[in-house]
């Protein structure tokens, strides 16, 4: 069976640090990956996407970024932390086609 | 376009009671509908989905209903429970590039003993 991992579950950064969150697939190969915001109460806000090894689609400008450098790999990073950049960030797999499985996530607080 | 209108944005149902959320979509080329439960602190479930050649699907006491001339889905969960307290979010996908999820904003749901 397939199983997303998300690491660190929570963290806390003071502003102006470097970020960077893991999400990992077990189970399967050449997934679609994604990476999600969620503000706290609020829907959820696709940022990047990646269809395959160092593929990556931007939903929205940030001041992050993403990569995917192996199959089932899917990195956020940062290289200043801004106190808007706190959130619940999801990342989320497909096998190519429809159903979307979401990780745990990781609780991000911008102090 | 894209958007997925969610409404109620927040419902308070007696246990024992039907809750129902329902959704709106305007894109046409969309044709398939999930719904996903979320608990505090953890990521979305996906919970039950449905495609448009059907216009029910049932799984358990949690029910989507689709109107395709009408633009409309809903989620209905009979006999809800207070384990059943959570926020859902309707959310429906083209299919093109990725099968990227448009989501709506999401409805708290309260179950009250």
């Known amino acids: 069976s397939q199983t997303i991992h998300q690491w660190p579950a929570t963290l806390v950064q003071p502003v102006g640090s470097p970020l960077s969150l893991e999400c990992t697939v077990e189970g399967t190969s050449n997934p679609n990956l994604y990476w999600y915001r969620q503000a706290a109460g609020r829907g959820l806000q696709l940022l990047f996407y990646s269809v395959g090894i160092g593929q990556i689609s931007s939903e929205v400008p940030q001041n992050l970024s993403a990569s995917r450098p192996q199959d089932r790999q899917f990195i956020l990073s940062s290289k200043k932390l801004l106190l808007s950049d706190s959130g619940f960030y999801l990342c989320a797999w497909n096998p190519g086609f429809y159903e979307q499985y979401f990780g745990p996530g990781t609780r991000l607080t911008v102090t | 376009q894209q958007q997925v209108k969610q409404s109620p944005q927040s419902l308070i149902v007696q246990k024992g009671g039907i809750s129902i959320i329902n959704c709106a979509y305007e894109n046409t080329a969309f044709d398939y509908f999930p719904w996903y439960q979320q608990f505090p602190g953890k990521g979305p479930a996906l919970l039950i989905a449905?495609?448009?050649?059907?216009s029910e699907k049932k799984e358990g006491r949690f029910t989507i209903s689709f109107n395709k001339s009408a633009k409309q889905f809903s989620l209905h969960i009979m006999d809800s429970q207070p384990g059943d307290s959570a926020t859902y979010f309707c959310a429906a996908s083209s299919g093109a590039g990725s099968y990227q999820l448009t989501f709506g904003k999401g409805t708290k749901l309260s179950v009250i003993p």
């Open positions: 449905i495609r448009p050649d059907v």
